[in-house]
């Protein structure tokens, strides 16, 4: 018995330890892909309000889509691609800008894969930049067009 008790003091003790040193602090490069893997979980899920959470309340793009139009773009998306949707996204640069630390550029590629077309995805290429808003990377502005599958490779 007193070495279960001193077992389960010890591991509490070192959880605490783990804690209380706080976990290492995150390259900018490193945040930006977390808000990227936020989104492709976001998406692939179908869970519009999470993937708003991570779109800048400026939000615009060359498509005349604000924040709000954005969100009725994708929730679109979601309701047509209906469940089973996979989404699948290939980092190709992400940029930090040196003068201005609070701004990415980032350039993908991007598979979708709804329900109803398992044996061909939707490919494109995406421009966007991301802005450092209250301690997190928001999308801020984003362009795609159309891209050859092998852009997923």
């Given at each position: 018995m007193e070495t279960r008790g001193a077992t389960t003091g010890l591991a509490i003790g070192l959880?605490?330890?783990l804690l209380s040193c706080g976990a290492p602090e995150l390259s900018p490069e490193a945040e930006v892909r977390q808000a990227l893997a936020a989104l492709e979980s976001a998406a692939e899920a179908g869970d519009v309000?999470?993937?708003?959470?991570?779109?800048?309340?400026?939000y615009e793009d060359p498509y005349g889509h604000d924040r709000e139009k954005l969100r009725a773009?994708?929730?679109?998306h979601?309701?047509?691609?209906?469940?089973?949707?996979?989404?699948?996204?290939r980092v190709r640069d992400i940029?930090?800008?040196?003068?201005?630390?609070?701004?990415?550029i980032v350039t993908l590629a991007l598979g979708l894969m709804g329900a109803g077309s398992r044996v061909s995805?939707?490919?494109y290429a995406v421009d966007m930049d991301l802005a450092?808003?209250?301690?997190a990377w928001r999308v801020a502005w984003?362009?795609?067009?159309?891209?050859?599958?092998?852009?997923?490779l």
């Open positions: 959880v605490l330890g309000s999470a993937f708003l959470e991570l779109v800048s309340a400026g773009f994708v929730a679109f979601v309701m047509r691609s209906g469940r089973g949707r996979e989404v699948v996204v940029h930090i800008e040196p003068s201005d630390p609070t701004r990415a995805a939707d490919v450092r808003e209250d301690e984003a362009q795609w067009r159309s891209a050859p599958a092998s852009d997923l």
